[in-house]
């Protein structure tokens, strides 16, 4: 991406977070963080010292600050400066940098133990160059912790007794460009040579569809980097 197209997309960030409250929390961000901190804390770090956590798409750096009060080294990634300049003013201790919103990122090869990125995946428009890039930052057997809004059979369901609810979820305005099911997201992480791939729905179930399997509003996974 050239240097015009570059600055259009770090743009088009910006002017998301200024629609963004300063100091709302993230949708599910209790849930979320147990779900990180349980299964962080099971990754050996490769090097003596505290395990090595990227927090991509860090936003305003709640889950980076959480992963530092928990022992972590951690530092966390944006490809808005806006959210980090309110993680700054809170927590100006933290490891914050800004990425492009395309390309490589400012981070070492095979240099950390585990990319968190909570509700990210979904607004990344290249997604085999993101992770690419995430293959590149994470050692050997290294692990990848991601979190994403669920679209399974009952959400679908909803969609199709209410078309205006389908209408509002796929505006072509929102920030989010892609949609994940279960079974997609496990089949991608496989075809970029992740393994012990684990994906499960969690957060509740829709309203007006608790009866079905495949109510969870947000899907956790968790997968390790192949050495090869």
Known sequence: MGSRETSRAGSRHERIWERVPEGLNPPDLELRKRFLLDRAAQVPAAEPGPTRVLDVGCGEGQLTAALADAGFAVTGLDVAEEPLRRARALRPELDLRLAPPEGAWPIDDASVDVVWAGET????????????????VLRAGGALLLSTPAHGRALLLSFALRPA???????PRSDHLRFY????????????????????????????TRTLRGTGRLLLASARRSRF
Do not use: K, Q, Y
């Open 121 to 136: 995946i979904e607004h990344v428009a290249d997604t085999a160059g993101w992770l690419s890039e995430v293959r590149r």
């Open 165 to 171: 609810r389908f209408d509002a979820h796929f505006d």
């Open 181 to 208: 099911t279960r079974r997609s997201l496990t089949c991608m992480l496989r075809d970029f040579r992740f393994e012990s791939i684990d994906v499960r729905e969690a957060g509740g179930a829709i309203p007006g």
